[in-house]
């Protein structure tokens, strides 16, 4: 079946960079939307940036200007590099690969910032 393996989380401190990557299995990848979302406790999950088959971006303004995404076709394979991290964004990150109204999602992995 459809595998998305995110890796890349962990703790880091207050204005510190992290990049996630989420490796697409079982898709024809370069044909699907790919995006990031992200859950606190307590919140509901919301997405974070998403990139179409054809490389346009769109991010959540939260993180505008601190979160770029991008995907390597060759490699399956979508980033979400985070900049100037701040404790607001910590929560489990998730990706999510769609196309024609179908939607796979990835186990998630934790991004904790501290103060």
């Known amino acids: 079946q459809v595998q998305l393996v995110e890796s890349g989380g962990g703790l880091v401190q207050a204005g510190g960079s992290l990049r996630l990557s989420c490796t697409a299995s079982?898709?024809?990848?370069?044909?699907?939307?790919m995006g990031w979302y992200r859950q606190a406790p307590g919140k509901q999950r919301e997405l974070v940036a998403a990139i179409t088959s054809g490389g346009t971006t769109n991010y959540a303004d939260s993180v505008k200007g601190r979160f770029t995404i991008s995907r390597d076709n060759a490699k399956n394979t979508v980033y979400l590099q985070m900049n100037s991290l701040k404790p607001e964004d910590t929560a489990v990150y998730y990706c999510?690969?769609?196309?024609?109204?179908?939607?796979?999602w990835g186990q998630g992995t934790q991004v904790t910032v501290s103060s």
């Open positions: 079982r898709i024809i990848f370069r044909l699907h939307a």
């Open positions: 999510t690969a769609g196309r024609n109204g179908l939607n796979y």
